[in-house]
């Protein structure tokens, strides 16, 4: 079982930039894929990115290509989600997941096990 906390959520403006956190739980996170994924009003949970559990493999959805950067630091158990160059279109309720390594690719939502209570980022323009 992981228990996922995330973390950085707030309000900012267009053009702006925030750091998601997701602390991890268990001894086992280096073990994990882990992705983020944001869910905004009215519209389905959506891919944003990925990184597998070796960190030698990310994945962004192409939205935020170029803005985004998801890390991870297998000693502090957590993931990260630098954004930078936010837009209003990035509102949404942003949810850190885990997941055992599978044939799934780390894109895919339904392949992730664990999922984080999720925290709310708000851009202004």
């Known amino acids: 079982q992981v228990q996922l906390v995330e973390s950085g959520g707030g309000l900012v403006q267009a053009g702006g930039s925030l750091r998601l956190s997701c602390a991890a739980s268990?001894?086992?996170?280096?073990?994990?894929?882990m992705g983020w994924f944001r869910q905004a009003p009215g519209k389905e949970r959506e891919f944003v990115a990925a990184?597998?559990?070796?960190?030698?493999?990310?994945a962004y959805a192409d939205s935020v290509k170029g803005r985004f950067t998801i890390s991870r630091d297998n000693a502090k158990n957590t993931v990260y989600l630098q954004m930078n160059s936010l837009k209003p279109e990035d509102t949404a309720v942003y949810y850190c997941?885990?997941?055992?390594?599978?044939?799934?690719?780390?894109?895919?939502?339904?392949?992730?096990?664990?999922w984080g209570q999720g925290t709310q980022v708000t851009v202004s323009s």
């Open positions: 990184i597998r559990w070796s960190g030698d493999m990310t």
């Open positions: 268990g001894r086992t996170f280096s073990s994990y894929d």
């Open positions: 997941a885990a997941r055992s390594p599978k044939f799934a690719s780390i894109r895919v939502i339904t392949s992730y096990d664990y």
